[in-house]
Protein backbone atom coordinates (compact mmCIF):
# COMPACT_ATOMS: atom_id res chain seq x y z
CA UNK A 1 0.00 0.00 0.00
CA UNK A 2 1.35 3.34 -0.78
CA UNK A 3 1.76 5.83 1.78
CA UNK A 4 2.85 9.32 1.34
CA UNK A 5 3.80 12.27 3.86
CA UNK A 6 4.34 15.92 3.13
CA UNK A 7 6.77 18.07 5.41
CA UNK A 8 7.98 21.23 5.74
CA UNK A 9 7.75 24.64 6.81
CA UNK A 10 4.76 25.33 8.10
CA UNK A 11 5.36 29.23 8.17
CA UNK A 12 6.82 31.73 5.03
CA UNK A 13 7.63 34.71 4.72
CA UNK A 14 6.02 37.16 1.92
CA UNK A 15 7.87 37.01 -1.74
CA UNK A 16 10.16 34.20 -0.21
CA UNK A 17 9.77 30.62 -1.82
CA UNK A 18 7.68 27.44 -0.77
CA UNK A 19 9.71 24.50 -0.05
CA UNK A 20 8.07 21.20 0.43
CA UNK A 21 9.09 17.34 0.44
CA UNK A 22 6.74 14.51 -0.35
CA UNK A 23 7.98 11.00 0.67
CA UNK A 24 6.62 7.89 -0.43
CA UNK A 25 6.86 4.40 0.90
CA UNK A 26 5.30 1.25 -0.23
CA UNK A 27 5.81 2.20 -3.90
CA UNK A 28 8.40 3.10 -6.73
CA UNK A 29 8.02 7.35 -7.91
CA UNK A 30 9.36 5.75 -10.70
CA UNK A 31 6.38 4.47 -11.85
CA UNK A 32 2.67 6.60 -11.96
CA UNK A 33 2.00 9.94 -11.49
CA UNK A 34 3.29 12.13 -8.64
CA UNK A 35 1.11 15.53 -7.15
CA UNK A 36 0.66 18.41 -5.42
CA UNK A 37 -2.42 19.91 -4.70
CA UNK A 38 -3.27 22.35 -2.22
CA UNK A 39 -6.95 23.83 -0.24
CA UNK A 40 -7.50 26.98 0.27
CA UNK A 41 -9.52 28.70 3.81
CA UNK A 42 -12.75 28.16 2.63
CA UNK A 43 -12.07 24.46 0.91
CA UNK A 44 -11.83 25.56 -2.69
CA UNK A 45 -9.12 22.88 -3.97
CA UNK A 46 -6.32 23.67 -6.62
CA UNK A 47 -4.66 21.14 -8.58
CA UNK A 48 -0.77 22.19 -9.32
CA UNK A 49 0.54 20.16 -11.02
CA UNK A 50 2.44 16.77 -11.13
CA UNK A 51 5.96 14.96 -12.02
CA UNK A 52 5.58 11.46 -13.36
CA UNK A 53 7.36 8.09 -14.17
CA UNK A 54 10.20 9.21 -16.45
CA UNK A 55 10.16 12.52 -14.57
CA UNK A 56 8.55 14.49 -16.83
CA UNK A 57 6.09 17.67 -15.51
CA UNK A 58 2.81 19.33 -16.20
CA UNK A 59 1.55 22.28 -13.70
CA UNK A 60 -1.37 24.16 -13.35
CA UNK A 61 -1.06 27.07 -15.97
CA UNK A 62 -1.73 29.61 -13.06
CA UNK A 63 1.04 28.54 -11.51
CA UNK A 64 3.65 28.10 -14.09
CA UNK A 65 5.80 30.95 -13.16
CA UNK A 66 6.10 30.33 -9.86
CA UNK A 67 5.95 26.43 -9.39
CA UNK A 68 8.45 23.67 -9.65
CA UNK A 69 8.12 19.95 -9.15
CA UNK A 70 11.50 17.80 -8.58
CA UNK A 71 12.52 14.78 -7.25
CA UNK A 72 14.70 11.53 -6.00
CA UNK A 73 14.59 9.06 -7.26
CA UNK A 74 17.15 7.64 -4.85
CA UNK A 75 15.08 8.57 -1.70
CA UNK A 76 11.59 7.80 -3.31
CA UNK A 77 10.94 11.56 -2.48
CA UNK A 78 9.55 14.48 -4.54
CA UNK A 79 9.80 18.04 -3.97
CA UNK A 80 7.05 21.11 -4.27
CA UNK A 81 8.57 24.61 -4.66
CA UNK A 82 6.51 27.79 -5.03
CA UNK A 83 8.45 31.10 -5.54
CA UNK A 84 7.10 34.34 -4.38
CA UNK A 85 4.13 34.34 -2.11
CA UNK A 86 2.00 35.67 -1.04
CA UNK A 87 -0.78 35.27 1.75
CA UNK A 88 -2.86 34.05 -0.85
CA UNK A 89 -0.87 31.07 -1.34
CA UNK A 90 -1.45 30.46 2.46
CA UNK A 91 -3.12 26.13 2.50
CA UNK A 92 -3.24 22.84 3.29
CA UNK A 93 -0.51 21.67 0.79
CA UNK A 94 -0.81 17.09 -0.07
CA UNK A 95 0.92 15.61 -2.60
CA UNK A 96 -0.47 12.41 -4.25
CA UNK A 97 0.04 9.68 -6.17
CA UNK A 98 -1.90 9.43 -9.12
CA UNK A 99 -2.93 7.97 -12.65
CA UNK A 100 -1.93 11.13 -14.33
CA UNK A 101 -4.93 13.59 -13.29
CA UNK A 102 -6.89 11.34 -10.88
CA UNK A 103 -5.18 11.16 -7.19
CA UNK A 104 -5.95 7.70 -6.09
CA UNK A 105 -3.70 8.17 -2.58
CA UNK A 106 -3.29 11.15 -0.63
CA UNK A 107 -1.00 12.68 2.27
CA UNK A 108 -2.23 13.85 4.95
CA UNK A 109 -2.17 17.34 4.27
CA UNK A 110 0.71 20.30 5.63
CA UNK A 111 -0.67 22.92 6.12
CA UNK A 112 1.77 26.54 5.63
CA UNK A 113 1.02 29.54 6.19
CA UNK A 114 2.38 33.10 4.23
CA UNK A 115 3.06 35.84 6.81
CA UNK A 116 5.82 38.43 7.84
CA UNK B 1 -10.44 26.82 -17.40
CA UNK B 2 -13.23 24.31 -16.89
CA UNK B 3 -15.56 25.78 -14.04
CA UNK B 4 -17.29 22.73 -11.73
CA UNK B 5 -20.35 24.35 -9.92
CA UNK B 6 -21.21 21.67 -7.42
CA UNK B 7 -24.69 21.15 -5.33
CA UNK B 8 -25.96 21.30 -2.82
CA UNK B 9 -23.36 22.90 -0.27
CA UNK B 10 -24.44 21.14 2.46
CA UNK B 11 -26.99 18.26 3.28
CA UNK B 12 -28.79 16.80 6.04
CA UNK B 13 -29.98 13.09 5.72
CA UNK B 14 -31.13 10.16 7.73
CA UNK B 15 -29.56 6.75 8.36
CA UNK B 16 -30.61 4.24 5.62
CA UNK B 17 -31.62 7.37 3.09
CA UNK B 18 -30.27 8.01 -0.58
CA UNK B 19 -28.47 10.65 -1.11
CA UNK B 20 -27.51 12.15 -4.44
CA UNK B 21 -24.64 15.10 -5.00
CA UNK B 22 -24.24 16.88 -8.63
CA UNK B 23 -21.27 19.01 -10.02
CA UNK B 24 -22.04 20.76 -13.35
CA UNK B 25 -19.35 21.58 -15.97
CA UNK B 26 -19.18 24.86 -18.35
CA UNK B 27 -18.31 22.67 -21.22
CA UNK B 28 -18.72 18.76 -21.85
CA UNK B 29 -16.15 16.79 -19.98
CA UNK B 30 -16.52 13.67 -21.82
CA UNK B 31 -16.90 11.98 -18.39
CA UNK B 32 -13.34 12.77 -17.08
CA UNK B 33 -14.69 13.75 -13.55
CA UNK B 34 -13.78 11.84 -10.24
CA UNK B 35 -15.61 12.25 -7.03
CA UNK B 36 -13.55 11.92 -3.71
CA UNK B 37 -14.69 12.00 0.28
CA UNK B 38 -12.91 13.47 2.73
CA UNK B 39 -13.51 13.23 6.65
CA UNK B 40 -12.71 15.69 8.93
CA UNK B 41 -9.22 15.62 10.36
CA UNK B 42 -8.47 13.34 7.13
CA UNK B 43 -7.12 13.17 3.87
CA UNK B 44 -9.37 12.94 0.62
CA UNK B 45 -10.10 9.56 -0.79
CA UNK B 46 -10.74 8.51 -4.17
CA UNK B 47 -13.97 6.92 -4.40
CA UNK B 48 -15.17 7.23 -8.53
CA UNK B 49 -13.42 7.66 -11.65
CA UNK B 50 -14.60 8.18 -15.76
CA UNK B 51 -17.68 9.53 -13.96
CA UNK B 52 -19.05 5.80 -12.91
CA UNK B 53 -16.40 3.51 -12.41
CA UNK B 54 -15.88 2.49 -8.46
CA UNK B 55 -12.51 2.63 -7.37
CA UNK B 56 -11.05 -0.46 -5.62
CA UNK B 57 -11.91 -1.05 -1.97
CA UNK B 58 -14.85 1.35 -2.29
CA UNK B 59 -18.32 0.21 -0.96
CA UNK B 60 -21.11 -0.61 -4.05
CA UNK B 61 -23.62 1.87 -2.24
CA UNK B 62 -21.85 4.59 -3.56
CA UNK B 63 -22.05 4.91 -7.53
CA UNK B 64 -21.52 7.28 -9.97
CA UNK B 65 -23.39 8.73 -13.19
CA UNK B 66 -23.74 11.56 -15.96
CA UNK B 67 -22.39 12.45 -19.29
CA UNK B 68 -21.62 15.89 -21.02
CA UNK B 69 -21.85 18.77 -18.35
CA UNK B 70 -23.97 17.11 -15.57
CA UNK B 71 -22.82 14.45 -13.23
CA UNK B 72 -23.95 12.80 -10.14
CA UNK B 73 -22.72 10.29 -7.00
CA UNK B 74 -25.43 8.52 -5.29
CA UNK B 75 -25.00 7.00 -2.05
CA UNK B 76 -27.54 4.13 -1.44
CA UNK B 77 -28.40 3.35 2.37
CA UNK B 78 -26.63 6.10 4.19
CA UNK B 79 -24.30 4.76 6.82
CA UNK B 80 -22.52 6.82 9.54
CA UNK B 81 -19.38 6.22 8.32
CA UNK B 82 -20.22 8.62 4.80
CA UNK B 83 -20.73 12.00 7.05
CA UNK B 84 -18.08 13.84 5.43
CA UNK B 85 -17.43 16.13 2.78
CA UNK B 86 -17.41 15.46 -1.04
CA UNK B 87 -16.05 16.85 -4.10
CA UNK B 88 -15.91 16.29 -7.48
CA UNK B 89 -13.05 17.05 -10.40
CA UNK B 90 -12.65 17.14 -14.02
CA UNK B 91 -10.16 15.76 -15.55
CA UNK B 92 -10.83 16.39 -19.51
CA UNK B 93 -8.46 19.67 -19.35
CA UNK B 94 -6.04 20.74 -16.35
CA UNK B 95 -7.74 19.53 -13.56
CA UNK B 96 -10.26 21.43 -11.66
CA UNK B 97 -12.69 21.04 -8.66
CA UNK B 98 -16.06 21.63 -7.35
CA UNK B 99 -16.37 24.00 -3.84
CA UNK B 100 -18.02 20.43 -2.19
CA UNK B 101 -20.55 19.49 -0.12
CA UNK B 102 -20.98 19.32 3.30
CA UNK B 103 -23.05 15.95 4.43
CA UNK B 104 -24.14 15.60 7.93
CA UNK B 105 -26.84 13.02 9.64
CA UNK B 106 -30.16 13.99 10.29
Known amino acids: EVQLQESGPGLVKPSQSLSLTCSVTGYSITSNYWGWIRKFPGNKMEWMGYISYSGSTSYNPSLKSRISITRDTSKNQFFLQLNSVTTEDTATYYC??????????WGQGASVTVSS | DIQMTQSPASLSASLGETVTIECRAS??????LAWYQQKPGKSPQLLIYNANSLHTGVPSRFSGSGSGTQYSLKINSLQSEDVASYFCQQYYDYPTFGAGTKLELK
Open chain 2, 27 to 32: EDIYNG
Open chain 1, 96 to 105: ASSYRYVMDA
